[in-house]
């Protein structure tokens, strides 16, 4: 089925009506196209998958399944060759299916990618600076080390030194003076060696600052002769960071492991750093990660290049590079168990159809479960970006502890406090603009405790739209806060006072998706034993993290409330 092409046009054409009809022009998603859109492609391969494996197919215990046929003798099932069939119906898929999809109301947080198989790839493009092969013998311009958290610490003790000598400070935009630092050569005396040389360039590297993703230390390294790539520019060697025939790794490594043994600064009281070997991984550096500005001006980030700098210099290179995610779907299921006894009593007695009742409800089993696995998963990314934001105390800078207001010099309200709340949440959301890269948060996730106490803010808008499709125990919307939609977890206790914000990018960006493979698969039958109909309701697809730095598009903040200033 992977193989399968379909038209999106004509198939939204053929399905948006009845995709509509299901309450999905009300959905919650601004963009309700978008859900129309992904629904229609998800309902055309679910018809194709069914009448592939479903018309005039041999299934154990059933026989030959055709289409329903009317039958001769009331009460009897027909199977297509004139007699009296087992009781047995053919499964009932794309109904149900579009039922649960419409009323997942944590798909609305999701971008959603229909597979038209139990496995699908995925691809995604980076762009690197730089367009080497991954090999150690290679030697970029522009590239970072990536190290294990000892060698990382000891290789940052280095260069912080550095940094602090020379009045150097690292911004969003890179360090704001240049340093360049000796890898092959030490001499001892560092600050010597930080000022650019006019000659020789070999063992000289220009350090960039960190990298605002993993932190690790990026360089640029004098251009050289490559020998594993052609078309490569080549400098008289003098001139080259690396000399001829050492490989990139091997310099790092001993170069490193030699600046480990002697003073890092000469006079600036550092001291020596802890010996030992270090061990570096040569990677390049994402132009999705991390922006360098120089790198487009022959290293000068102030002003463009003059006509003589431009032409005695050839232009950086940046090259993409293309990964590929294999997703497998998973299955949730559930049947229902009727007596003939409870169908009539209950039918005489209320007046109630209880086997479609029990369809809803095992419907709606299906719908919240799909929407908590996808809250559990967007919280599992916030905390990861959680833990490597910017700290202050126990937490991060955008925790909240309403302890301070005891400590204060007084005169706090509950809503000052209210809107403090409201401050950490677009600082973080702003946090997920610049780190993310993509923009800002566009919904929260959080207890009824603490929704209702940003609902008592100032801007906040209630929730207008249609949301009778969520059934019990569902995800619910609240309202709107400065262009944030609030959801409610009824399943976070009372006192979980966090809150997720996040984005719900597009399907080929970094984040969350949910991959449906069949959204809902729905088989009837009547039990041998009770002579009553029974219902298998079953849900097969995947919720995974993909692209680059998922976890950028979320965020988890913290509340601490003890007295209960918030609500």
Known sequence: MNHVEIDAKKVLKKWAPIVESLSVKDSLVKESAEKTGWMS???????????????????????????????????????????????????????????????????DLVPVKPTPGPVIDLMYVDYRYDDIEDGQDEKPQLFKLSLDNADLNTVKAYLDDILTVKGVTQNQGGLNGRVWVPIETFGGNVLAATTEPGGTKEGVLEFLGYSRIDGFPMFRAYRQANTASSGAWIFDQAKNTFAAGSTIKTVMDTGLGAHQDADVVAGAGAGSLATGAIDTNIVLVSAMEDQIPGFVSNWNKS??????????????????????????????????????TEIEDIKAQTGMDIVQKLE???????????????????????????????????????????????????????????????????????????????????????????????????????????????????????????????????????????????RRNQVDQPGIVFIPYLMAQSISLISEATRAPRLFLRSRYAITEVGFFPQKQYMTIQVTDADNYLA
């Open 360 to 502: 809803s409800v095992l419907v709606n089993e299906l719908s919240q479960t799909i929407s908590r696995q996808i809250v559990d998963k967007l919280f599992e990314m916030g905390d990861l970006n959680r833990n490597s934001a910017p700290v202050t105390g126990g937490g991060t800078i955008f925790d909240l502890d309403t302890s301070y207001v005891t400590g204060g010099p007084g005169g706090e309200t509950t809503h000052a406090v209210q809107r403090k709340l409201i401050s950490k949440m677009m600082s973080a959301s702003h946090y997920l603009a610049s780190e993310g890269r993509i923009g800002p948060a566009q919904f929260a996730v959080t207890n009824g405790r603490l929704a209702a106490a940003l609902a008592d803010v100032s801007g906040y808008t209630v929730n207008t739209v249609n949301a009778n499709v969520a059934g019990k125990g569902q995800l619910y919307p609240v309202g709107t806060l400065n262009g944030i939609q609030i959801y409610v977890d009824p399943y976070m206790k009372y006192d979980d006072d966090r809150i997720l914000i996040g």
């Open 303 to 340: 002003a463009p290049m003059e006509r003589g700098e431009d032409d005695n210099n050839y232009p950086g290179v940046i090259g993409p590079n293309v990964s590929t995610k294999r997703v497998t779907v998973g299955t949730v299921e559930i049947s229902s168990a009727l007596k003939r």
């Open 41 to 107: 492609e998800y309902a055309e391969y679910h018809q194709i998958y069914e009448n592939q494996a479903y018309a005039n197919q041999t299934i154990s215990g059933m026989g030959t399944v055709v289409s329903p046929q009317p039958g001769t003798t009331p009460g009897a099932a027909y199977t297509g060759n004139g007699t009296a069939g087992s009781g047995d119906y053919g499964q009932q898929l794309l109904a149900v299916s579009m039922k649960v999809a419409a009323q997942t109301i944590g798909l």
